[in-house]
């Protein structure tokens, strides 16, 4: 009889521990610190809340006995004794005590600086200080320019996500910033930042970051639950909706307008469908740039099987349409896929692109509007913007062109576009070894079906 109840209570805790840890009362947040805060300032990065051209925006973090911070500027210079005129503000200091520590998080805010102007800058406490870092501001006006854009980094970012990220910074490293399209971390907690700033370094401190918020930016189980580093490492600009404002956001940079949305957001928050809608048409209605790029995390086409997203689809797809939208960058898929701007019934839209900078790698669907595939491949991409042209190019993890396109613009609007596809490299649509692994005899049948039906080849 004993026995029975033991048995009984056994099965009743591990009932509940279930339970618990599926509502998010045992907590999935990791107990070990990997990456201890110290009084040297890390986690450096700059980051725009306001114009582009006449001001810049730094955050960084120490451990919590560093109560004060601070931001020293200049123009650069040719060596360092001629670094003159150097201006000293006070940073906004807050503390967050995290799963595994407590640190302060430091922002400070460069203004009245000079429209296309080399500066160099370092943050500290005033007596214990980072490197001196150097960027440039943009330009009032329209002028070329270049950017690096990222889907998901989320797993293995210290071990393989840093060399994408790293690479993509070796082929464009004028990029006027880089844009990530979410999901750079799996949890939102402190070890997974960690990785993604070792990953970054100094590159985050010296190219401005535009960043959105994919699912794994949220907490899990917490339903519009944003993790809470997010709100102090990533300091954005706040013209977005009421109530969304740190992750619903425009820039304007040298001609081109980037819009940042929220579609997690949009599938937890009340009313956020609506809200962010309104929104992204009055930005798009009083548009005067002539290029127009909208980023988010989940794909208006998806690209990965059982991953469709009909809601964002039905949404956002006919004001994309209605305002002639030129690119929109996604991720979320962790997979490659490209469309062109003409739909089968031939109305002019946006190119739509899904990229995957890190490890984990999906099946692919084989959505027919994509252009262009790719499986179990890690890329990043460089986009060189002019007055009349976009030239968007995809590469690997070792530097090879995978694809690419030249998307023009004459001066009515209407818009051509030029695939530049390497003829040297087909079509990377196998199935990684995880998924292999993990389907079935009669599923990966069916893959290697579409296979052939797409290449014409088993």
């Not at 650069?76 to 799963?99: G, L, P, V």
């Not at 999901?183 to 990785?195: A, Q, R, W």
């Not at 048409?281 to 290029?291: C, K």
């Not at 070894?433 to 893959?447: A, G, N, T, V």
């Amino acid at each position: 009889m004993l026995k029975k109840k033991n048995f009984i209570m056994l099965v009743l805790l591990i009932l509940i521990g279930a339970l618990l840890f599926y509502t998010g009362k045992i907590s999935q947040k990791p107990r070990i610190e990997l990456y201890p805060p110290g009084v040297v300032p890390e986690r450096i990065m700059l980051t725009w809340n306001d114009s582009v051209y006449n001001t810049q925006t730094v955050t960084w973090r120490t451990d919590s006995t560093v109560h004060v911070g601070c931001a020293e500027i200049a123009p650069a210079a040719e060596s360092a004794e001629e670094i003159t005129d150097i201006k000293r503000i006070t940073a906004h200091t807050r503390t967050y005590s995290s799963e595994v520590n407590t640190a302060n998080y430091h922002t400070a805010k460069f203004t009245g600086l000079k429209p296309g102007t080399q500066y160099v800058y370092r943050v500290g406490d005033g007596k214990t200080w980072s490197e001196w870092f150097q960027f440039t501001t943009a330009n009032k006006e329209a002028k070329d320019f270049s950017f690096l854009y990222y889907g998901d980094v989320q797993e293995g970012i210290k071990q393989h996500g840093s060399r994408v990220i790293r690479k993509g910074y070796a082929s464009c490293p004028n990029a006027a910033f880089m844009l990530f399209a979410g999901d750079m971390v799996d949890h939102p907690y402190d070890n997974d930042f960690g990785e993604f700033f070792y990953a970054g370094d100094w590159l985050f401190a010296s190219t401005p970051i535009i960043a959105l918020a994919g699912n794994h930016e949220y907490k899990r189980n917490v339903p519009g639950g944003l993790g809470d580093i997010w709100k102090y490492q990533f300091n954005f600009p706040q013209n977005g909706p009421e109530g969304l404002k740190s992750t619903v956001y425009y820039i304007d940079y040298q001609g081109v307008r980037i819009i940042v949305l929220d579609t997690e957001g949009m599938k937890h928050l009340p009313g956020t469908f609506n809200k962010q809608s309104e929104w992204l048409e009055s930005v798009l209605r009083n548009n005067p740039n002539q290029w127009t790029i909208v980023a988010m995390h989940h794909p208006v086409f998806s690209n990965s099987g059982g991953r469709d997203n009909p809601r964002v689809r039905k949404h956002l797809k006919p004001i994309f349409d209605k305002y002639n939208v030129d690119l929109v960058l996604e991720g979320h898929d962790h997979s490659y896929g490209r469309t062109e701007f003409k739909g089968s019934d031939g109305h002019e839209g946006p190119v739509y692109v899904i990229t995957n900078a890190g490890p984990k790698m999906y099946d692919l669907g084989f959505t027919p509007q994509m252009k262009r595939l790719a499986s179990r491949t890690q890329l990043y991409q460089v986009i060189d913007v002019t007055h009349n042209s976009i030239h968007f190019s995809s590469y690997t993890a070792t530097g090879k062109l995978y694809d690419a396109f030249m998307l023009n613009k004459a001066s009515n609007g209407k818009k051509t576009l030029v695939n530049q596809i390497p003829s040297n490299e087909p079509e990377r649509v196998g199935l990684s070894k995880l998924l292999r692994d993990r389907f079935s005899k009669k599923q990966i049948e069916e893959y290697n079906k579409k296979v052939k039906e797409r290449t014409g080849k088993d």
